[in-house]
């Protein structure tokens, strides 16, 4: 599958960002689909997947309250709705298609990448 994110920027503490994942390829709505962050200096990390059917979701612990994850089957898109955006939520936002139908967070069950999207929370 080829994956492409929009939606990232610049925003102030506190604001909202969502971003959108586009996905393409016959077998792409078979699968879970995930984000992940990579922030200068840190390893990628987990920030939340929702299933094959859009029926179960989960979200790191960092972002849960804040952020939600959720897909459009027939439209082949994913989002990633941000509230409440923290100085340490600046990073590459990456969307990824699991090898799964089931909501994981390892990331070595994520077999395509999109090129990621800059998310920078800054006053």
């Known amino acids: 599958a080829q994956l492409a994110e929009t939606g990232g920027g610049q925003v102030q503490p506190g604001g909202s960002l969502r971003l959108s994942c586009t996905a393409s390829?016959?077998?792409?709505?078979?699968?879970?689909m995930g984000w992940f962050r990579q922030a200068p200096g840190h390893d990628r990390e987990f920030v939340g997947s929702?299933?094959?059917?859009?029926?179960?979701?989960k979200v790191a612990d960092s972002v849960r309250g804040r952020f939600t994850i959720s897909r459009d089957i027939a439209k082949n898109m994913v989002y990633l709705q941000m509230n409440s955006l923290k100085p340490e939520d600046t990073a590459v936002y990456f969307c990824?298609?699991?090898?799964?139908?089931?909501?994981?967070?390892?990331?070595?069950?994520?077999?395509?990448w999109g090129q990621g999207t800059q998310v920078t929370v800054s006053s």
């Open positions: 390829g016959s077998t792409s709505s078979a699968y879970a």
């Open positions: 990824a298609q699991s090898i799964s139908q089931g909501v994981v967070w390892r990331s070595s069950l994520y077999n395509s």
């Open positions: 929702i299933s094959w059917n859009g029926r179960q979701s």
